[in-house]
């Protein structure tokens, strides 16, 4: 028992150690550090910051990033969270830097302020403030993509208190932030152009970050792409008055969002008869260039499906009268059929009763009034019959044309919308009645009685199948009073004309 156990165990910890490494190499491991620095002690406040990051934040959450943010942190919260980034950073497929706030540069380098600094001389520069050079040795841990985004280059306050207490004539104070050394894998976007100051906003979020949060979640942009469009949206927001900056060193494509485009969704539906997904594109990409396209496949599919279910209302309508037009047509020929041969045999008795009914000389004979009426009867049934069956034909003729006119209907009604794809059947059509009707029977002749002389007696007739008579020579036969034609001498006899027969002509 204790080795069953043990083995499955072994089995299970095999089968992880298989499994882990596997989704490993198929999901990236993304992590983020997004600061928004608001509340300054010492410093003009900046109201739209906390919403900068916390909506940075959500963004880069839902595209698959572990974030580490924090809201108005002093010098030892930055700290901590740089410390902690860096840590997550480690062998990171890709990682990125969010800052919105106060920051400078000083000397040519880039500080980042916490909300309780005080800065009015070159020291207090460098122990309470945050290099950026700090974050860029954090971000270096990553194995992939570095992404640096900085919305940082306000008014700096601290300008006027630094240049009045300078004690170096090589210290330089500066606005906004000053341009990063390109680093290779690195991707670095300032709110405005180096050496340039960015507009805070009035609205929830500064222009910047509105854009850069807005195309986070625009599926399937590239990085490049991605901030370009930034750029134009800022451009544009602001009047001219701003546009920023981006630097970017990269071998390959990356992608924050790697969710289909409504360009790659809509590529896969277009053939789609999926209603609810066609609808939920529409939903989701209410201004998409394709939501025009969506909508009148919708709109086919839906007229599409009346016009199915018109079609198989109308197979089912005309199959039944089909059936009923065939079954009719087959009861018939059946009829006629039966015409025909009680006609047939009709005339077959006639002809048989009259060849049995050989008159005796001088016997006058009449046929009877009801043989006759009964052929007329029966010769007029047959045509009756024939009637009936051509009627049927022409019947059929029109249940096809009125079946033919009412599949065009539906096809007009169909095209009426300004949609030229036709439905396709659902299934085949019902088999139609048979173009020509069964073939006919024609009834099999009756062999006719013959009358023959019975060759044993010359005073009888009677009747049956004639079989081949044996043949009689007409040569004359020598007589008693010379040769004798037995032919004639029988004629002769059964006609009661003449004596009897001789004895060698019997």
């Known amino acids: 028992m204790i080795v069953a156990v043990r083995f499955c165990a072994l089995i299970a910890l095999l089968a992880q150690l298989v499994v882990v490494p596997a989704l490993a190499q198929t999901q990236e491991r993304r992590v983020a550090l997004v600061i928004g620095n608001s509340a300054y002690k010492n410093a003009p406040a900046l109201p739209n910051t906390p919403n900068d990051a916390r909506d940075t934040a959500e963004a880069l959450r839902k595209v698959g990033f572990e974030v580490v943010d924090g809201i108005d942190l002093d010098k030892r919260g930055m700290d901590a969270a740089v410390s902690r980034f860096a840590r997550l950073a480690q062998d990171a497929d890709a990682v990125m830097f969010y800052y ?31 290099k950026l050079s700090e974050v860029t040795t954090a971000l270096g841990f990553a194995k992939g993509v570095k992404i640096m985004v900085l919305d940082a280059c306000r008014n700096n306050p601290f300008l006027a208190q630094l240049s009045k207490k300078s004690t170096t004539r090589s210290m330089s104070v500066g606005s906004g932030l000053a341009p990063i050394v390109k680093a290779q894998g690195m991707v670095t976007a300032y709110a405005t152009q180096a050496n340039d100051v960015a507009a805070d906003g009035a609205g929830r979020n500064s222009p910047f970050t509105a854009a850069l949060v807005q195309e986070i979640q625009q599926p399937g942009l590239e990085i490049a792409t991605m901030f370009r469009r930034v750029q134009k949206a800022v451009y544009d927001s602001t009047g001219g008055k701003q546009t920023p900056e981006l630097s970017l060193s990269l071998l390959g494509d990356f992608y924050l969002n790697r969710e289909e485009t409504d360009a790659d969704i809509w590529k896969r539906l277009r053939s789609s008869d999926n209603v609810a997904e066609i609808k939920a594109f529409i939903q989701r990409f209410p201004t998409s260039f394709f939501a025009v396209d969506a909508k009148t496949r919708l709109d086919l599919i839906e007229r599409r499906g009346l016009a199915t279910g018109e079609r198989e209302k109308l197979e089912q309508e005309f199959a039944a009268k089909e059936k009923a037009l065939l079954d009719r047509v087959q009861q018939a020929e059946k009829d006629r059929v039966k015409a025909a041969t009680d006609l047939a045999g009709r005339d077959a008795g006639k002809t048989a009763d009259t060849e049995r009914a ?14 006759a009426n009964e052929r007329e009867r029966l010769a007029k049934e047959l045509a009756k019959k024939e009637q009936e069956l051509a009627a049927l034909e022409a019947e059929k003729a029109k249940l096809s044309q009125e079946r033919e006119e009412r ?33 006919r029977q024609e009834p099999r002749e009756v062999q006719q009685p013959r009358v023959v002389l019975d060759r044993k007696s010359t005073g009888i007739l009677t009747g049956g199948v004639e079989a081949a008579p044996e043949p009689r020579s007409n040569k004359r036969r020598p007589g008693v009073g010379g040769t004798v034609d037995c032919t004639d001498a029988l004629m002769r006899a059964q006609l009661g004309d003449g004596g009897s027969v001789p004895k060698n002509c019997r």
């Not at 919105?100 to 309470?128: T, W």
């Open 358 to 371: 050989v008159p005796k000389p001088g016997e006058v004979t009449s046929a009877k009034p009801t043989d």
């Open 100 to 130: 919105a706030g106060h920051g400078f540069q000083f000397n040519g380098e880039n500080f980042l302020v916490p909300v309780e600094a005080k800065i009015d001389d070159e020291v207090s520069v460098q122990y309470e403030t945050v």
């Open 407 to 439: 599949e065009k209907a539906v096809a007009t009604r169909m095209n009426s919308g300004g949609v030229t794809e036709l439905p396709p059947p659902q299934k085949p059509l019902l088999p139609a009645v048979p173009t020509t009707r069964p073939q």
